[in-house]
């Protein structure tokens, strides 16, 4: 149901424009002064909203994505100051992904109308409330916006431009009547911060491609969309096109797959400004034809940054300029992959929230930003899209291949993945590692349960999950191209593995929630699968299928006892030096493959892994020029051409899940009890590393370790915020610190430990 006194309301003939749903109203008299105006948006598609000419919002592309099956957003905002005896108040909406593209070629997955929403209350110094709401009193009426989708870009016609409508007592045969829309979603404020420009770049290179092409760069691989500043000639058209790489000297919009990623923009004759507000692009590139040579290209134009405006929480810094880029790039990748919702990539026919990308990120993603309300708020649409399915997470939230018409993954009927659909369980619980907040556990905590039987249901008698379609270790390095799925590791192992770290999740959060009877459900299922996996999986010192994503796994899970984490972690060593110290998982092995390591006593090894230079391996992209992850560890070869996979993204931030360890375990900042109440420095060294600094705000304040080593000893200066205590651990060194600030000096042969190969 909607609030009261408002309806979504949509065109009675659409106009071939993104339309403009307006109306005028006065204040009403008698009543003294206006104490506040507040106004409620929303919209089927997405919107931006006017009163007496100015912007009432910076966000972009409000309401953002839910589940629009049961729910939308609103947004709240205070309108007092903007406000005038006679007022006129406009919003235009634009197709978003209510009637945008979304996935494979499909177009108008939640319906065929775009609508607008507002209910403004008005009230005065003596109690009275006037409410302004949209019902069929509003008209409608064309904008400049000749076209807009995300995947494929806005065009703006500026001859068509016209404010007049901002004015009262404007009229117009183009404008028109509308209607009220029926059964729509029900209405929830937006709990997460909006959608904004967060920075500007300006070019950092102009030149002219091998085939003539005008080429721009800004230096950064981002998500946005340029600003163009032009006075031309009335009806010539530039056109934009944005791409994230280049391939042989030109701008490279193979991995785009289907979106087109074009802007055009039809010049009025006078100063235009363009700025394509109902779209955006993953770029760093772009490519721009028939500019007035008369005007500077660098300073017309400036690339703008979106992103949801998360608040950064989190810091790291090395003495390895490579690593530290590399961690430049995790933070550029997920900026451009938080937008609204978590998403795989920004740039290509996708642009999805697939769950298993925020399995693995989820706790890097909650150290560099206060993500627990985006993340909370997502979580929602994912149980919602689970309880219409009988318990079932489906493999992209909010869920758009329940109405595909092509193949996806996995032919025949949806069943739950490993890693994928396990981000109903992983997700909340990195959040409550992360703020503490037991209320998210709370929210989640039927979710969380329901996937856990569901998980249960497809076990084998012997407690292991080996049937069904898996994802697996997903893009493998070894994988064909062509073959993402074709990993190394047998995909019962890794869906299994993951299937007890689940059914173990559950029982310690049934227990912190005061649930007993599901905590005790859950030891039981987790003790068969623990069984089930020696007895299928382990046998003698190997684990079947021998590579080192599922030793990884066992290890980081706690699937083996003491001894068996001693040779389990001994061979996964093994193997990453006969691999030549390459990195060799795919998106399961990957979070927790040097966690794994240095649990075990491999630091050095785990090192060496992380510093590797050469394809594959995580500083391979920074050497080739990266500035965000990529998709595959070889997105780019190292001759420069482009991975010949369907699937080749230059932003994917799943594959920089290693950044949990670094902050942790290079850093030395963790946690002992969830919300960081006590903390653990214990950053485990290695001659490679020569200093670390790393800073997180957690709930009680600002925590921050830096440490420097040399031949005699470890110094760290910790900053311990108040109503927390810190333990350092170094090797054989233990201390506890209070809240302030504390320097340690620890002298070399007390850290030896920490250095075994």
Known sequence: MTIPEAHFIAANIEPDTAPIFRIEFDLEPGHGAVRSAVISLSALGICEAWLNGQAITDALYTPGWTSYEWRVHYTDHDVTALLVDRSVLGIRVGNGWYRGRLGWIETERYGTEIAAYAKLVIDYADGHRQIIATDESWTVGPSAVTANDFYDGQSIDARLHDDRWMQSGFTSEAWGGVHVVTDTPSLELDPAP???????????????????????????????????????????????????????????????????????????GGDDVFEPTLTFHGFRYAEITAWPEEVDLAEALEAVVVSS???????????????????????????????????????????????????????????????????????????????????????????????????????????????????????????????????????????????????????????????????????????????????????????????????????????????????????????????????????????????????ALAIAFGLLDEHEQEWAGARLAELVAASGFHISTGFAGTPFITEALTATGHTSTAYRLLLQRECPSWLYPVSMGATTIWERWDSMLPDGSINPGDMTSFNHYSLGSVADWIHRVVGGIAPLEPGYRRILVAPQLDPAVEWASTRLRTPHGWVAVNWRQDDDATTLDVIVPTGTVATVRLGGYEQHLPAGRHEVRVAAKDIAATRAA
Request: with cysteine; glycine share 8%; net charge negative.
């Open 194 to 268: 909006p959608v904004r420009r967060v920075d500007t770049l300006k070019p950092q290179k102009i030149w002219d491609s091998p085939s003539g092409q005008t080429l721009i760069d800004f230096g950064q691989n981002i998500v946005g969309f340029v600003r163009v500043r032009v006075r031309g000639k009335s009806g010539d058209q530039l056109t934009l096109r944005h791409a994230e790489v280049l391939e042989n000297g030109e701008l490279a919009v193979r991995p785009l797959r289907s979106a087109a990623s074009v802007d055009r923009y039809i010049l009025s």
């Open 309 to 551: 405006d998360l608040q950064r929480i989190g810091y790291f810094e090395c003495s390895v300029p490579e690593l530290n880029q590399f961690h430049s790039n995790v933070v550029w990748g997920m900026r451009g992959n938080f937008v609204d919702i978590p998403t795989d990539c920004p740039q290509r026919d996708e642009r999805l929230g697939w769950t298993g990308d925020i399995s693995s990120f989820a706790p890097t993603a909650a150290f560099l930003f206060d993500v627990k309300d985006f993340l909370t708020d997502w979580l929602r649409d994912l149980a919602l899209e689970q309880s219409a399915r009988d318990g079932l997470v489906p493999y992209i939230v909010p869920d758009i291949l329940k109405y595909a018409k092509v193949p996806q993954p996995g032919a025949g009927a949806e069943e739950a993945a490993a890693f994928w659909s396990d981000a109903a369980v992983w997700v909340p619980w990195a959040l409550w590692q992360a703020y503490g907040d037991r209320d998210v556990l709370t929210a989640a905590y039927e979710s969380m349960v329901a996937h856990g039987r569901r998980v249960t249901s497809l076990l084998s008698e012997s407690g292991v999950w080996d049937s069904g379609f898996q994802f697996g270790d997903w893009l493998d390095p070894d994988a064909p191209a062509d073959q993402p799925g074709a990993a190394k590791a047998d995909p019962g192992v890794v869906a299994t593995a993951c299937a007890y770290r689940t059914a173990d999740t559950i029982r310690q959060t049934a227990l912190l929630l005061g649930h007993a009877e599901v905590a005790a459900e859950f030891s039981l299922i987790s003790a068969h699968i623990r069984d089930g996996f020696h007895r299928e999986y382990v046998d003698g010192e190997r684990i079947t299928s021998d590579c080192t994503t599922v030793y």
